[in-house]
């Protein structure tokens, strides 16, 4: 079974600084498999990137993901402040694994 | 747009079942391409896939849950259920419905989630 591992755990950074989180692989994975959510606090995940790198309909392009194997990473290149919330990746092999997740806080 | 909406008991005794339905706005359950899936995230914790099921009815199921878990469908009401039994204390979490993209398997759409609490 694949472990997904997310990195950091916390993230803390200002409005308007670039935000890369990671997700590491315990195995090579397939990247049509990769997807990133944000869930704020008392709501429900919203996914915002499918396949490691496509984003889900509405998402602001300020939004990528990135990687293949073993690495995916998703960036914020310019926070805003609706945007501090937590991060989870996930996977398909050979069901649907979620890490642990990262959460974007204001430093 | 789809639209999700848990309902279900929120408070339910250690070893009794614990029974959720998600009804799915419009005709959307009947979509080729789809299935209908329950998460689950404890309190303060990480997101925990527990199955989902085809509009045909074929589940699939998160191996450390199977011995307790049951999803069914029924399509003339536009809902889909959980059920799991033999529940403990650290089954008390969030529950969400979503409907998975079956080509690369993401969760498009959420419900808003309801919590249940395990507990005498």
């Known amino acids: 079974e694949i472990v997904l591992t997310q990195s950091p755990g916390t993230l803390s950074l200002s409005p308007g600084e670039r935000a890369t989180l990671s997700c590491r692989a315990s195995?090579?994975?397939?990247?049509?498999?990769l997807a990133w959510y944000q869930q704020k606090p008392g709501q429900a995940p919203r996914l915002l990137v499918y396949?490691?790198?496509n984003r889900a309909t509405a998402i602001p392009d300020r939004f990528s993901g990135s990687g293949s194997g073993t690495d995916f990473t998703l960036t914020i290149s310019r926070l805003e402040p609706e945007d501090f919330a937590v991060y989870y990746c996930?996977?398909?092999?050979?069901?649907?694994?979620f890490g642990g997740g990262t959460q974007v806080e204001i430093k | 747009q789809l639209q999700l909406q848990e309902s279900g008991s929120r408070l339910v005794k250690p070893s009794q079942t614990l029974s959720l339905t998600c009804v799915v706005s419009?005709?959307?359950?009947?979509?080729?391409?789809?299935?209908w899936s329950w998460i689950r995230q404890p309190p303060g914790k990480g997101l925990e896939w527990i199955g989902y099921?085809?509009?045909?009815?074929?589940?699939y199921y998160n191996p450390s849950l199977k011995s307790r878990v049951n999803i069914a469908v029924d399509k003339s009401k536009n809902q889909f259920s959980l059920r799991l039994n033999s529940v403990t204390a650290a089954d008390t979490a969030v529950y969400y419905c979503?409907?998975?993209?079956?080509?690369?398997?993401?969760?498009?759409?959420w419900g808003q989630g309801i919590l249940v609490t395990v507990s005498s």
């Open positions: 195995q090579t994975v397939s990247d049509t498999f």
């Open positions: 979503a409907r998975v993209e079956m080509v690369q398997v993401y969760f498009d759409f």
């Open positions: 396949g490691a790198s």
């Open positions: 996930q996977q398909y092999d050979p069901f649907p694994i």
């Open positions: 099921i085809y509009h045909t009815g074929s589940t």
């Open positions: 419009g005709n959307f359950i009947n979509s080729v391409g789809y299935s």
